[in-house]
């Protein structure tokens, strides 16, 4: 059996999973303001010790970075002169987030061209003088880029170690080739995120861990990535960037365990809002390009999905207008059937007899069909705006607040599963080990193709996979026409089921 939990804005949410697939129990209790105290109250709702696995997808790392809270200053390494001077790193941050993590930058010789040749050679020495910068300052975390990375990480593993030597085992590192794609200044800006949140990282999975033991539940744990794939607590102590955006990832991969469906679009309405994303065999369409996080300009994998404030904890105005304002996890306080004094989404899923929670009572003055009809409309508007043809598109609703809807104008195919209300615990729960490629390749098309998808495959099972499980499941090729040599970027996903005995060893 495994454990799904998937930590939101307003609720944490449980699944525990059978061996035949089956979900056995399942599990909402509010989130805590630690978050950890919402995973604990899961666990014990749902009673389960004897378990294989437990999955967790979390907010806790993004929501730090967009509050600019609990983020560890940064040294910036950047190897690439002469070249790249005049945009040194974070040059294109908010100044409230600059602010919160520079903590010193240094531009160092290095990097490489598309193909592998040296810009210039690094220099030790250099290298050696930035380590003793970094130890006056006291910092305890260095990002590390370079030009072109993804094609040769060699100069960023030589400072890493260079760096390491000098500073000892106390220092993270964060590497821009295991983080990012290509493209420098996204690639570094992901980089410095994830080094500014590697101490949280180790604190919330310690956390986490200690949740585990006081349920008495002794299990591997892994924390949800936004591929929707798995990493183990060592990678996410690495990575914690990686998790960025796992709850939408979580909701589509469930929904499409609990419909059947590979191919549709997915409406998860939460507590704070309503998350659209398009499923394309079974995995979340990946945004194209860059993604802004926290205003933060990063190329790392994120889900392709659109956010309106509408949830079930969202606030309804008198003209019948609901969000983007919501109560959050304070909706058992707030609410009117629970006894407060605030009108939002879910008192009116109560008046309209779409849900049965709290009391109805409190709610008997409070006419719903306006605000309902106009959450429905914008929802729908959400849908289409994400489609990319006008073929029919099944629509599957899942989230604690999709009672909110019964229908959605222009869509004739909308499903609501079992176990909707906690989809995105299911997906966590079921969650694969992936492996993902993405670099510039030269030579004919056949073998770099191959060579790609080998590559892949064999990351994936490095990270955990059976052997035999793997399948790509995604290949992107743009040929890279200005560049000569028959350049061509190509990026490849593969995914295989866990091999918890792989794991255990």
């Known amino acids: 059996m495994r454990?799904?939990?998937?930590v939101g804005g307003t609720n944490t949410d449980a699944a525990l999973i059978g061996d035949d697939g089956q979900v056995l129990a399942t599990v909402k209790s509010p989130t805590t303001a630690d978050v950890t105290g919402g995973v604990a109250a899961a666990l014990a709702g749902l009673g389960a010790t004897r378990v294989s696995a437990v999955m967790i997808g979390t907010t806790h790392f993004v929501n730090a970075l967009v509050e600019a809270a609990r983020?560890?200053?940064?040294?910036?390494?950047?190897?690439?002169?002469?070249?790249?001077?005049?945009?040194?790193?974070?040059?294109?941050?908010?100044?409230?987030?600059?602010?919160?993590?520079?903590?010193?930058?240094?531009?160092?010789?290095?990097?490489?061209?598309?193909d592998g040749a040296p810009i210039s050679e690094p220099d030790p020495d250099e290298?050696?003088?930035?380590?003793?910068?970094?130890?006056?300052?006291?910092?305890?975390?260095?990002?590390?880029?370079?030009?072109?990375?993804?094609?040769s990480d060699a100069h960023e593993r030589l400072a890493a170690e260079i760096l390491a030597a000098e500073l000892g085992p106390d220092v993270h590192l964060s590497?821009?080739?295991?983080?990012?794609?290509?493209?420098?200044?996204?690639?570094?800006?992901?980089?410095?995120?994830?080094?500014?949140?590697?101490?949280?990282?180790?604190?919330t999975v310690a956390a986490f861990s200690e949740a585990l033991r006081v349920a008495g539940i002794d299990a591997p744990l892994f924390l949800s990535q936004n591929d929707g794939t798995l990493m183990d607590v060592d990678q996410a102590r690495r990575y914690p960037v990686a998790t960025f955006a796992s709850g939408p990832t979580n909701s589509m991969r469930g929904a499409a365990y609990l419909s059947g469906l590979t191919d549709c679009a997915v409406v998860d309405i939460g507590g704070t809002t309503s998350d659209v994303g398009i499923l394309v065999g079974g995995f979340p369409r990946?945004?194209?390009g860059e993604a802004l996080v926290a205003e933060v300009r990063t190329n790392f994998r994120i889900p392709d999905v659109l956010s309106i404030g509408i949830g079930g904890g969202s606030l309804v105005a008198e003209d019948g207008?609901?969000?983007?304002?919501?109560?959050?996890?304070?909706?058992?306080?707030?609410?009117?059937?629970f006894g407060g004094g605030t009108l939002t989404a879910t008192d009116l899923a109560v008046a309209a007899g779409l849900a049965d929670i709290g009391d109805?009572?409190?709610?008997?003055?409070?006419?719903?069909?306006?605000a309902l009809k106009l959450i429905a409309e914008r929802v729908s508007e959400a849908v289409d705006r994400m489609r990319t043809s006008s073929a029919p598109l099944p629509v599957v609703l899942v989230g604690g607040g999709s009672v909110l809807i019964e229908e959605l104008p222009g869509f004739d195919d909308v499903r609501r599963p079992a176990h909707f209300e906690v989809a995105n615990a299911v997906g966590a729960a079921i969650a694969q080990v992936g492996g993902e490629v993405d670099r510039v390749f030269s030579g004919p098309r056949?073998?770099?193709?191959?060579?790609?998808?080998?590559?892949?495959?064999?990351?994936?099972?490095?990270?955990?996979?059976?052997?035999?499980?793997?399948?790509?499941?995604?290949?992107?090729?743009?040929?890279l026409a200005y560049l000569p040599g028959d350049a061509t970027r190509i990026r490849v996903k593969a995914v295989g089921d866990l091999d918890l005995e792989k794991i255990d060893a």
């Open 3 to 6: 454990i799904g939990i998937d």
């Open 71 to 114: 983020l560890e200053p940064v040294a910036a390494v950047r190897l690439g002169l002469p070249a790249t001077a005049a945009l040194p790193p974070l040059v294109d941050w908010p100044d409230r987030l600059r602010q919160a993590v520079e903590g010193t930058v240094h531009l160092c010789r290095g990097g490489c061209e598309y």
């Open 127 to 151: 290298l050696r003088e930035v380590a003793a910068d970094i130890r006056r300052r006291g910092l305890r975390t260095v990002a590390i880029s370079s030009v072109f990375s993804p094609v």
């Open 175 to 203: 590497l821009s080739c295991e983080i990012g794609r290509v493209g420098l200044l996204a690639r570094e800006n992901a980089t410095i995120v994830n080094a500014a949140l590697r101490p949280l990282a180790g604190r």
């Open 286 to 288: 990946e945004a194209a």
């Open 321 to 337: 207008t609901t969000g983007p304002r919501s109560v959050g996890y304070r909706l058992t306080e707030e609410a009117l059937v």
């Open 360 to 370: 109805r009572a409190k709610v008997a003055h409070v006419d719903p069909q306006r």
């Open 446 to 479: 056949e073998r770099i193709l191959e060579e790609a998808k080998s590559e892949a495959i064999i990351r994936a099972e490095r990270g955990g996979a059976r052997a035999g499980s793997v399948r790509i499941v995604d290949v992107e090729e743009l040929p």
